[in-house]
């Protein structure tokens, strides 16, 4: 069992290592490895080696920071497939998924090559007589990062290559449940020539998570976690005087109305439910099924679960591996009862799933409930877990209505061939990301991704515009040079343009 330790600096250190947590392989159920647990002295540390880095950093030339982000993106591309491995064996996703993840990622650091372009301000010439205003933007300093379990890398990926890029310094402190992926980047970076302390990791938990909010060196904290720790982030780290935007929890709605093409629908709900266990913000939990659409939607979503492999992530057969840990099977399985004993139809039961080779993975195999209502546990909560629940709605206005008066609003989706369905529901959900006909709405990179209500804590979405937008801040410059032989004299007034 090897240990994990920060990257600080510009090299791996175990800092004061006085707590350690433990790390498992979901599939086989076995300790992997130890991870150290920042306290506030390795935090310190990091922020001192990222305040230190920032002097020079931000003072580099456009095209050298461009040359490195562009040397990032050549060996990121390289090392999909071990960084896939990686995650796999961390988070129990399956190999092609974890490869898909980075290559979203990926998406991102592709963006950030055209920082020159993005960070190109406004010049309006003679504004005034003799008076040019021209304006462009500085990175801000000492940026976090914390970021939840599910996508190691690529949670990640949507805010330190935008940051970096923007001429900021990054402490990332990653899931303490699959730390490995963010060392893995580190050595990335190194190797693409970004300079010591400019990217830093601190492996830890809530006592290291608080030590950054605190932290006067930092100034601009992105979280992406649970709503929970997103409120509470959001209100500690502005108490303290940071830029914050915090990504909470979801609950997606899909709504299949009865002119859908149902074997497409259910097709696409399936992957969308079950994929990566469902341990996906963006999946979908809650599947509408509008008028005449719900009994044979799911009559097809009740065979195509059954069709599922459930499996090791390291399995080419595998459609889907385990959950994170055995908490998170036993809590997803305590909902599926709760369902049960509240009234909903169970109509495929994922608890108990045994993987033969695997006894001690912690798998809840593809669960399809029905009839499920608005009061019921399996709805009011994030179930995090390959569980998709069936509510009934009269007509399209009810399901908008039911995802409006939902608290989550990250994403949703419609299936319909009716495009005048569609536009009324994009126009009326409250929900950040909408689907036509896609069910996870994930938007490219050079868009913003966030949500609405309980899904986002702060002002901004995260990569794309808006996050160079959060990265940076503005400055505008009004100039006038006057002509030596004929300056313009004072006046007491209020300058106007003249
Ligand atoms: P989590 O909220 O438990 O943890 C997220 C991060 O916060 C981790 O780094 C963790 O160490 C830290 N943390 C945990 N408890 C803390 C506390 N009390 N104080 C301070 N920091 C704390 O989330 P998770 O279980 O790792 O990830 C799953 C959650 O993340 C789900 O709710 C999912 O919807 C959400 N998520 C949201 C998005 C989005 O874009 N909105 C994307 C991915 C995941």
């Not at 990640?156 to 990332?172: D, E, K, Q, R, S």
């Not at 963010?182 to 300079?195: E, I, K, Q, S």
Request: proline share 6%; net charge negative.
């Amino acid at each position: 069992m090897s240990t994990i330790e920060h990257w600080i600096g510009g090299r791996f250190t175990a800092g004061a290592a006085t707590r350690r947590g433990a790390v498992f392989n979901p599939a086989t159920g076995q300790r992997r490895h130890e991870v150290v647990l920042a306290g506030p002295a390795d935090v310190d540390a990091a922020v001192a080696a990222a305040t230190e880095a920032f002097a020079s950093w931000s003072q580099a030339s456009l095209s050298a920071r461009t040359k490195i982000v562009f040397n990032f993106r050549e060996l990121l591309n390289a090392h999909v497939a071990p960084l896939a491995e990686i995650i796999s064996d961390e988070h129990g996703k399956v190999l092609s998924d974890a490869a898909g993840e980075v290559r979203r990622g990926l998406e991102v650091v592709e963006f950030a090559c055209g920082i020159p372009h993005l960070l190109k301000g406004d010049y309006s010439d003679q504004a005034s007589t003799g008076v040019d205003v021209f304006s462009f933007r500085e990175p801000l300093g000492v940026c976090a990062g914390i970021t939840p379990f599910n996508f190691p890398a690529m949670v990640p990926m949507w805010m330190y290559p935008v940051a970096i890029a923007c001429g900021n310094t990054f402490v990332l402190k990653p899931s303490e449940r699959d730390p490995s992926a963010a060392n893995f980047v580190a050595d990335l970076w190194r190797r693409a020539g970004l300079p010591d302390g400019v990217f830093n990791v601190v492996h830890g938990d809530k006592v290291t998570v608080d030590a950054l909010l605190d932290h006067p060196g930092v100034a601009a904290v992105s979280f992406v976690g649970s709503t929970p720790i997103a409120r509470s982030i959001h209100r500690r780290a502005s108490a303290s005087g940071k830029r914050v935007q915090a990504l909470g929890g979801a609950k997606n709605h899909a709504v299949v109305l009865p002119d859908a093409d149902l074997e497409y629908a259910a097709s696409h709900l399936t992957a969308a439910a079950f994929g990566s266990a469902g341990e996906r913000c963006m999946a979908i939990s809650a599947a509408v099924a509008v008028g005449g659409a719900g009994d044979p939607l799911t009559d097809i979503l009740t065979r195509r679960a059954h069709d599922v492999v459930v499996g090791s992530g390291r399995d080419p057969r595998s459609d889907m591996g385990p959950v994170v840990t055995a908490a998170a099977r036993d809590r997803i399985e305590g909902l599926i009862g709760a369902g049960e004993r509240q009234g909903a139809k169970v109509l495929v039961d994922g608890r108990g799933h045994r993987v033969t080779g695997f006894e001690e993975g912690f798998f809840v195999g593809p669960t399809v409930l029905d009839r499920v209502d608005t009061s019921m546990d399996v709805y009011t909560e994030e179930i995090f877990g390959p569980v998709l629940s069936v509510v009934r709605a009269d007509r399209a206005e009810d399901a908008i209505a039911l995802i409006n008066a939902n608290p989550y609003g990250n994403g949703t989706a419609i299936f319909t061939a009716s495009g005048e369905a569609a536009r009324r529901f994009q126009r009326g959900v409250h929900v950040g990301m909408i689907g036509v006909n896609v069910p996870i709405p994930v938007p490219m990179a050079y868009y913003s991704f966030g949500g609405w209500k309980d899904s986002l804590f702060g002002d901004q979405h995260i990569h794309g515009p808006e996050g160079v937008s959060f990265y940076t801040r503005g400055k505008v410059v009004t100039s006038r040079w006057p002509h030596v032989e004929a300056p313009h004299g004072a006046s007491l007034h209020f300058p106007t343009s003249s």
